[in-house]
C-alpha cells in the first residue's frame, strides 16, 4: 500500500505518454490501455478510501527525505474519498466518451489530455507540499483549457481562453500567496507550515495571505461572484469534460484545497474565528440564490447545467461556513452526491447532442424520451438527487446541511437551503417538460449507443446505491474524512509523527 500515491500519479501518466504513440498504430488500442489505466486507479482508490485506517495517514517520501525536508504524499481519509469521487466520475466519463468522441478528430490527444488531467487532480488531492500543489493544479488547469476548447470553433476557442484568463488569474492569487508563506516560513510543506503558523503573531499581512489563498480558490470553484467563466467553459467542452469539470475539477482545485489549507494548515475553526466561517457562509449562499435564479432563465441544456453547478457548490461552501460536524459530513456527502448526479445530467446532455444535435431547449418539442428511454430516465433520476429528493443520496447530502446549519442556530441559512432545493428541482424540470416529456417525438432518432447508455445507468445505480447505503457509507467513508478537517491541525502532528523518520 505505501506505494498507492505514486502509482496514482505514475499509471495515468505513463498511460497519457502511451496513448499518443499506440493511437498511430490502432486507435481502439490507445483507448483500451487509456481505459484500463483509469480502471487500475479506480481500483487503487477504492482499496484506499475503505481499508486505510483512520488517523494514520499514508506517507510517502520521495528520496525517502524526511518531513519537512523532502517532497512527501500525504494520503488521509480526506485524501482518499476525494481520490474515489475523481476516479468514479473519470471512469464512467471515459465509458461514455468512448463512442462520444467518434464525433471529433484527434482522440489521442483528447485522452492524453485526459489522463494528465487525473494526473493533476490525484497529485493536488495527495501532496503534502504548498507548491507541489500549486504544480499539480496547473497540469490539471492546462489540460482542462485545451479540452474545452477541443471543439476548435469559435465559441468553444473564445470561451477556452476566456477560462484560461481567469484561472491564470487565481493561480498568480495563489503563487503569490505561497510566496508569501515562503518568505515567512522558509518551508513549503503543509504540515510544516501549519505548525509555523501556530506560532506565528496573528497580523494583517497573515490574514492578506489568507486572503489571497480564498480568493485563488474561489474564481478555481467558480463561486459567486467568481463564476464568470463556468457558464461559458463548460457547455463549450465535450460532454465528458464537462461532467468531469463540474462533477469533479471545481470540487478539487477549488472546494477541497480551500478546505485543506483552512482546516488543516490555517487551523482556524467556527469557534476560533468566526469571521472567516461567516465570509464562507455569505459566499455559499450568494451562490446558491443568484446561480440558481439565473438557471431559470436559461435556454441552453448544458449552460443551465453550468449555473446549476455553481448553486450545488454554494451548497458545499455554505457547508464548510457552518462548520460542524453535521454540516462537514453533509458537504462531503454533497460532494460525492453532485459529482454523480450533475457528471450523470451532463451526460445525458451529450446523449442528447449525440442524437440530435442540439442544446437550445426551446427548439425542441418535447416527447423525445420515447426514442431515447435511457437517457431520459437518467436526466430524469439525476435531476432528483441533485435536486435533493429522496430517496437519492443528493437527498441525505442536503438534509445533513440543513440539519447542521439549524444545529448551529443558522435558521435562515437552513431555510435558503430548503427552499432553493425546490428552486432546483424547478429549473431542472424545464429540461424534463421541453426535452423528454411529451407526445411529438422527433422522427428518425433513437437510443444512444450501448457504452453511453451503460455509462449513464450506472451513475443512476451509485445514486440509488449511494441513498439506500447512507448510513453504512456514513461510518465507514463520509466520518472519517470529516474528522480529518474537525482535527485541524492535528494534520500535521500525524504527518510529522509517521514522515519525519526517513
Not at 477 to 491: F, I, K, M, N, S
Amino acid at each position: 500500500m505505501e506505494t498507492f500515491p505514486v502509482l496514482l500519479i505514475a499509471i495515468p501518466l505513463g498511460g497519457a505518454f502511451l496513448v499518443p504513440i499506440l493511437y498511430k498504430a490502432w486507435k481502439r488500442l490507445a483507448e483500451i490501455v487509456a481505459g484500463l489505466c483509469l480502471a487500475a486507479v479506480l481500483a487503487l482508490s477504492i482499496y484506499l478510501a475503505f481499508f486505510l485506517v483512520p488517523g494514520k495517514p499514508l506517507v510517502y517520501l520521495f528520496g525517502n527525505w524526511p518531513v519537512p525536508l523532502g517532497i512527501a504524499f500525504a494520503v488521509d481519509r480526506l485524501s482518499a474519498f476525494m481520490l474515489l469521487v475523481v476516479s468514479m466520475l473519470v471512469f464512467f466519463s471515459y465509458l461514455f466518451a468512448i463512442r462520444y468522441m467518434d464525433h471529433f478528430t484527434g482522440s489521442g490527444k483528447f485522452y492524453t489530455l485526459y489522463l494528465l488531467m487525473l494526473v493533476g487532480m490525484n497529485g493536488v488531492v495527495m501532496t503534502g507540499d504548498l507548491f507541489n500543489m500549486f504544480v499539480f493544479m496547473e497540469i490539471a488547469g492546462l489540460s482542462s483549457y485545451a479540452l474545452v476548447a477541443f471543439g476548435t470553433e469559435a465559441d468553444e476557442l473564445e470561451a477556452g481562453f476566456k477560462y484560461m484568463v481567469m484561472g491564470e488569474i487565481a493561480s498568480l492569487m495563489i503563487l503569490l500567496a505561497i510566496a508569501l508563506i515562503y518568505a515567512a516560513t522558509s518551508t513549503l510543506n503543509l504540515a510544516d507550515i501549519s505548525r509555523a503558523f501556530a506560532a506565528m503573531d496573528k497580523t494583517p499581512g497573515f490574514w492578506f495571505v489568507l486572503i489571497l489563498l480564498m480568493s485563488g480558490f474561489s474564481i478555481k470553484a467558480a463561486l459567486v461572484p467568481f463564476h464568470s467563466w463556468l457558464p461559458d467553459a463548460h457547455p463549450s467542452a465535450p460532454a465528458p469534460i464537462s461532467a468531469l469539470l463540474s462533477g469533479v475539477f471545481i470540487k478539487v482545485l477549488g472546494v477541497y484545497a480551500m478546505a485543506r489549507i483552512l482546516f488543516n494548515v490555517y487551523g482556524v475553526s467556527r469557534a476560533s474565528y468566526p469571521e472567516v466561517f461567516n465570509a464562507l457562509l455569505i459566499l455559499g449562499l450568494a451562490s446558491i440564490i443568484i446561480a440558481s435564479l439565473l438557471a431559470l432563465y436559461q435556454k441552453d441544456y448544458k449552460r443551465l447545467l453550468a449555473y446549476s453547478s455553481i448553486s450545488q457548490i454554494g451548497y458545499i461552501v455554505l457547508a464548510l461556513g457552518i462548520g460542524n460536524e453535521l454540516a462537514l459530513i453533509g458537504a462531503l456527502a454533497h460532494i460525492l452526491s453532485h459529482s454523480l448526479g450533475k457528471g450523470l445530467l451532463f451526460l445525458t446532455s451529450g446523449s442528447v447532442v449525440y442524437r440530435v444535435g442540439e442544446r437550445d431547449i426551446t427548439k425542441f418539442t418535447g416527447g423525445l424520451g420515447k426514442q431515447m428511454p435511457w437517457t431520459s430516465l437518467s436526466y430524469n433520476l439525476g435531476a432528483l438527487s441533485v435536486a435533493g429528493m429522496p430517496p437519492f443520496l443528493g437527498f441525505f447530502s442536503k438534509l445533513f446541511i440543513i440539519l447542521g446549519a439549524v444545529k448551529a442556530g443558522f435558521i435562515v441559512p437552513a431555510v435558503v437551503a430548503g427552499l432553493f432545493a425546490v428552486v432546483t428541482l424547478g429549473y431542472l424540470l424545464k429540461i424534463t417538460n421541453k426535452v423528454f416529456w411529451g407526445k411529438e417525438g422527433i422522427g428518425g432518432i433513437k437510443e444512444s449507443p450501448f457504452v453511453m447508455v451503460f455509462a449513464m445507468v450506472c451513475l443512476v445505480v451509485l445514486l440509488v446505491a449511494g441513498g439506500a447505503f447512507f448510513f453504512w457509507l456514513k461510518p465507514h467513508l463520509l466520518q472519517p474524512a470529516a474528522d480529518v478537517l474537525l482535527r485541524g491541525t492535528e494534520y500535521a502532528d500525524i504527518v510529522f509523527r509517521i514522515g519525519a523518520g526517513g
